[in-house]
């Protein structure tokens, strides 16, 4: 139990096991109710339904109860009854081996020693056991030992060479493969660890070593990256098949106690116990109790792992007793490199039979591999595409298993998640003619399987059902746009509708997967089939929905959500896409009464398209950004400035002259008037610095200057989001609009400087979510439009000079849309604009940049101060050489400033109080350059308050406050914070004062979902709901990921984590001072900071995290100083700080 876990029940009044194990009971075995199910004790319903939606322990409530249980009968011995195993509806990640399913299976079972002295690893092994007709036939161990300390790279590479050369041949050549197709062999393969901490050892050695294993081992990445890899869970860790389905008594649950304990014999075919006593098999001892002597935990031995002095005695490498002294070293001295490597084989076999005892899934059917052909192996070349594409398919394993991780999950457990919900078809709800298109569908569904089963019948030996033409066309159906309604089920569930609807992440407009909750093998006859829950494997081929809305009723007395229904929309069933990121649908007809299950999709349209694009530049297709991005600019010398565009810049000047227009800082002048034909222009502009908008002006001078020169001049611009897309594509529209008002103000002056033509350039919005304004053409997507219809690429090619928004995907499909089959090389961009570049990855930089001709302009926007891409990998902790070379999960404005081309860097914000400013100018952008400024001094309304700290804290003559608390043990969810700022949001947002709204007023920024929820509860005036289902549409209160872009009039920023230990352990996450940046530059006229002490008092050995608090500290030591108010606050000593700016200006400073 983690001590958020452990926080959470204490909160609850949970503080001792005994009130834990109490907590619910074993239900009455009556009435068909399983008698192994927990029901809340009598008396503590209302406690288990607090608990059920309270994160992190809700998911675990049950497990939790069924340990604490097991816990009081094997050590009180109180007589508590207690399962030996976890009762779950759930499914294990350990397939079966059986005739009717996976009957080839290989299993590995991996395990690697690291040399923790040296940081290396000194001893791998595996396990290859092959099957046949569902029967191990086959076995062979590969063990691999270093011949001393690895204290050389060399060493531990060789190791890794030769063990994993020996490892894939011993897995190809003792595979049994399936029938050959297309001249390849297959099989399923599952790997076996005991724990994450194996794999995690493993995969970093690998990583650190991955070239020369490539060079020495048969195509290892393209093995690891089949459809296999993708569709099925390709590993299990033991541990945690243990805790999720097994109740063993022991305290440390290690493989030599859970093998003990499962009856394994350590000491066979050689004794092992004995030598490997100390430290290893030394965690029993008997006790005198009472006169009684037992078994008991003598020692903590939490590690599964050979403790490393039977290695260096191996290797004779441990020091030898001093003269007259005792051998601290004499327990591991008879251990041999022999003994050592046999040792290591035998643990193997350990892991083999810890794994038979658990069962399998049988419900889940592997995906073949293709066995490597070891004759033939072409390594590939070693280049920034090769390394892209590595990168978007590390990026979907890793996104695509925590989708499996999760399903692996029984449903209920999955809604206290809130990854899903569970709803009920019922006919009586559906329109007449949705009513009878099911039933039609369930019809023509039964009537397939009728025949399908007659084929098998005659044909017995046919390995694929082929009915005829006439059989195929009678029973064709699809539930594509269908339009059902769902009831809302909380039967079975911890808590109640209204807690489920509360921690569910599924909003309106999500695509979704929609699957029975009960699935039946139909291969079997009707008599022996049994439900079970459905595999993560069978729900990836599920119905997709659109969720169209949710309408909740709500009980009067309490507000409560006690009914509710889900509307939802068929989506056609959809193949194609990047293998491994689209999986299509497989329909399935529902029936009347089907209780069924609503998840989230796991296509990754986006990133199939990215992968897609990726492809084609490994294969060598062309890409002018690619160019860029390695160094090939187009040759062309770029003139300081063209005439065009100094006209323009001119008429500027001209209309400031005469008061019709203000004036632009120093470095918007010469993005305005220079750079016009620079093959890469990166732009810096600090929060509130009008990126976009100066941006808008710098593309009509561009406009102005390829009009004069007769060129044509076709402009793409865009942003990873539809949000931001809009944003900038309405600041092209406001500029467009501004040149009309100037002529019309002085039609003379306007034509000695301005083309009258820039007021007719078009400005198109490619496949928009919402329909753009007057003045802009809106093109709806290219599937979307009656056939006939133009292009949207014909559209474009269709103006001599344009404006065009759209997002890379937007991209992606009009070049798609025109040349299916031939996305590069189409050259009809002559200037790409790619704003918030900060946030955006190259692999969807480069398929915004398809159509940039060679010789176009590509302008970058961004600010790498605020956050970055949102990634699913670790890869601040990648050790591969891969990408030390190729940094290729940075962002775009990221590596492209790492190329030092010409940057222009904004200086001045229109949005933030000067206090802010300078803030952020001494401690983030004076390392750039940038004299960092605002003009702005707009403050909150004095007011009078009854609260002498809320008083202090909206004192409007300090525009950042910082509230100090002493409260240290909170880590995602901070209660006393809670409290703290209640009162001052209410303030805040009371009509009879501030009156500051959830839209532009006010604005709540949190670190973690959890603390987001609890205070959109406790504050449900901060968020819009839905007319409908009275969820949270939009909210006041969010993290800090979606405040980027957004400006609230005050933004308060609860810090949340407080536990020294958690703080250092996560402190990546809280201290990055990207977030920080973010979060103070939203606020227009106020900031407050609610931290705990212990945020400004960390101090980290690590470089790293040392400097990232220093931003903290630095607000708290140099710039809030004033103290304002100090007192008791719930028990918890709290301090006001305040800072504002004394001296000069800060539009003054350098």
């Known amino acids: 139990m983690s001590g958020t876990e452990k926080l959470a029940l204490r909160r609850a009044g949970i503080t001792t096991v005994e009130s834990l194990a109490t907590l619910k009971d074993f239900a009455p075995s009556i009435g068909g109710v399983d008698p192994r199910e927990l029901v809340p004790a009598p008396g503590r319903e209302a406690l288990v339904r607090q608990l059920a939606a309270t994160w992190p322990v809700g998911p675990r409530l049950d497990e939790l109860v069924h340990r604490a249980r097991s816990f009081r009968r094997s050590v009180r011995k109180d007589g508590t009854q207690a399962l030996g195993h976890i009762p779950g509806k759930g499914s294990s990640s350990l397939p079966v081996s059986r005739p009717d399913v996976n009957p080839n299976l290989v299993r590995l079972y991996l395990d690697a020693q690291h040399d923790y002295l040296e940081g290396r690893i000194y001893l791998l092994g595996g396990l290859v056991v092959a099957c ?12 691999r030992c270093t011949e001393g300390p690895p204290n050389t790279a060399a060493s531990e590479r060789q190791l890794l060479v030769e063990w994993t050369r020996d490892l894939l041949r011993a897995v190809v050549e003792l595979a049994v493969p399936d029938e050959p197709q297309d001249g390849t062999k297959t099989a399923p393969i599952h790997l ?119 290695a260096y005695a191996a290797w004779g490498e441990l020091p030898l007793p001093g003269e007259g002294k005792g051998d601290e070293f004499a327990d591991f001295r008879a251990v041999t490199p022999g003994l050592l490597r046999a040792f290591q084989g035998r643990r193997l076999e350990a892991l083999e039979h810890v794994a038979d005892s658990i069962p399998g899934n049988p419900n889940t059917q592997k995906t073949p591999f293709v066995l490597p052909d070891l004759a033939h192996y072409e390594d590939k070349a070693d280049d920034l595409a090769h390394a892209l594409h590595e990168f978007v398919t590390i990026e979907r394993h890793v996104e695509l298993g925590d989708w499996k991780r999760i399903r692996h999950a029984p449903p209920e457990r999955r809604v206290l998640m809130g990854e899903t919900l569970l709803a009920r078809y019922c006919e009586e709800d559906q329109e007449p003619e949705i009513r009878e298109r099911v039933r039609e569908n369930l019809g023509k569904y039964h009537k397939k399987l009728e025949y399908e089963a007659a084929f098998r019948a005659a044909h017995p030996h046919a ?142 349209w986006y990133g199939s398209w990215c992968r897609q694009v990726v492809d084609g530049l490994c294969a060598g297709e062309p890409n002018a950004l690619l160019d860029r991005l390695e160094g090939r600019p187009p040759v062309a010398a770029a003139p300081a400035s063209l005439p065009g565009q100094a006209r323009f810049l001119a008429g500027l000047y001209a209309f400031h002259a005469a008061d019709l227009l203000h004036d632009f800082e120093e470095s918007k002048r010469a993005y305005i008037g220079a750079y016009g034909r620079t093959p890469l222009l990166l732009v810096q502009g600090p929060p509130g610095t009008g990126k976009s908008y100066s941006t808008a002006f710098a593309l009509f001078a561009r406009i102005q200057a390829a009009m004069e020169e007769g060129r044509d001049f076709r402009v793409f611009v865009g942003c990873k989001t539809h949000a931001a897309t809009d944003v900038l594509m309405k600041e092209l529209l406001g500029v467009r609009e501004r040149l009309g008002e100037l002529r019309r103000s002085d039609p003379k002056r306007f034509k000695k400087y301005f083309d009258a033509r820039l007021l007719d350039v078009p400005i198109d919005r490619v496949a928009p979510r919402d329909p753009p304004p007057d003045g802009v053409t809106h093109l709806i997507k290219d599937n979307a439009k009656p056939r006939g219809e133009p292009k949207n690429a014909d559209i474009v090619l269709s103006d001599r000079w344009s404006l065009v928004a759209l997002t890379p995907g937007g991209m992606y499909g009009l070049v798609k849309a025109k040349w299916p089959k031939d996305l590069f090389g189409q050259d009809f961009c002559d200037c790409l604009v790619l704003d918030e570049a900060s946030q955006m990855n190259l692999p969807e930089a480069l398929m915004a940049a398809l159509p940039l001709s060679p010789d176009g302009q590509l302008i970058v926007v961004g600010d790498h101060r605020q956050m970055p891409p949102i990634v699913q990998h670790d890869w601040d902790s990648e050790a591969r050489r891969t ?112 009156g500051l709204d959830a839209t532009t007023g006010v604005g709540i920024v949190v670190p973690h979902r959890a603390q987001r929820a609890a205070l959109q509860q406790a504050f449900p005036g901060l968020c819009v709901l839905d007319p409908e289902s009275g969820l949270v549409a939009r909210s006041a209160i969010d993290t800090v990921e979606r405040f980027q872009g957004g400006e609230r009039t005050v933004i308060l920023v609860s810090a949340t984590e407080s536990d020294k230990g958690y703080l250092l352990a996560s402190s990546e996450f809280l201290l990055d001072p990207r977030r920080l940046t973010v979060a103070l530059s939203r606020a227009k006229q106020k900031m407050i900071l609610v931290a705990s002490r212990t945020v400004f008092e960390l101090f980290s050995p690590e470089e790293e995290v040392f400097q990232n608090s220093l931003l903290w500290k630095n607000l708290l030591l140099r710039t809030c100083t004033t103290s304002l108010w100090k007192g008791s606050w719930g028990g918890q000593d709290v301090a006001v700080w305040g800072g504002r700016v004394d001296g000069p200006r800060p539009s003054q400073a350098t």
Not at 132 to 139: F, L, Y
Not at 474 to 484: A, F, K, M
Not at 536 to 563: C, F, H, W
Request: aromatic share 10%; with cysteine.
């Open 132 to 143: 046949w007709d569902g029967e191990p036939i086959a076995r062979r161990s590969v063990i």
């Open 192 to 310: 076996v660890f005991f724990d994450r901490h194996e794999q995690r050892m493993l995969l970093e050695a690998l990583a650190r070593n991955f070239p020369p294993i490539l060079e020495a081992t048969p195509p290892l990445y393209d093995f690891l990256t089949q459809l296999a890899a993708f569709d099925s869970p390709i590993a299990s860790y033991l541990d945690e098949e243990i805790r999720s389905s097994r109740n063993f008594p022991m305290t440390c649950q290690s493989l030599q106690s859970v093998a003990t304990y499962l009856k394994f014999d350590w000491n066979r075919p050689d004794p092992y116990r004995q030598p490997f006593q100390a430290r290893m098999f030394d965690y029993l001892g008997k006790l005198d109790i009472d006169g009684q002597t037992e078994w008991t935990t003598r020692r903590s031995r939490f590690g599964s792992s050979i403790p490393l002095e039977y």
């Open 463 to 604: 390995g694929k059902v082929e009915l005829d033409k006439a059989r195929r066309d009678e029973t064709r159906w699809s539930p594509g746009g269908l339009w059902v309604r769902l009831r809302l089920e909380s039967t079975g569930l911890d808590c109640d509708l209204d807690d489920a609807l509360a921690l569910t992440t599924l909003r309106a407009g999500d695509r979704l997967v929609l699957f029975s909750r009960w699935a039946l093998d139909e291969r079997l006859p009707e008599a022996d089939r049994k439900p079970f829950t459905p595999t993560p494997k069978q729900m990836l081929y599920g119905d997709r929905v659109d969720l169209k809305k949710i309408v909740t009723a709500r009980d009067e007395g309490s507000n409560r959500i006690v009914s509710g229904v889900v509307e939802v929309e068929f989506a056609p069933p959809r193949w194609g896409g990047a293998e491994g990121f689209v999986f299509g649908s497989i329909p399935r007809p529902l029936e009347d009464g089907q209780l069924c299950t609503l998840d989230h999709c796991p296509n990754s």
């Open 883 to 994: 990408f030390r070379q190729y940094e290729v999960f940075a962002s775009l404005f990221d590596t492209l400033r790492r190329l030092d081309p010409p940057m222009i860097r904004f200086a001045e914000s229109f949005r933030l109080h000067s206090a802010v400013a300078e803030f952020l100018r001494q401690e983030v952008y004076r390392h750039d350059g940038i004299p960092f400024h605002s003009r702005k001094t707009d403050v909150l309304i004095a007011r009078s308050h009854t609260d002498e700290m809320v008083a202090a804290v909206l004192r409007p003559e300090y525009p950042l406050t910082l509230v100090v608390h002493d409260e240290a043990s909170s880590q995602m969810r901070n209660a006393f914070e809670q409290s703290l700022i209640e009162l001052i949001i209410r303030t805040l947002a009371d009509t009879s004062g501030y």
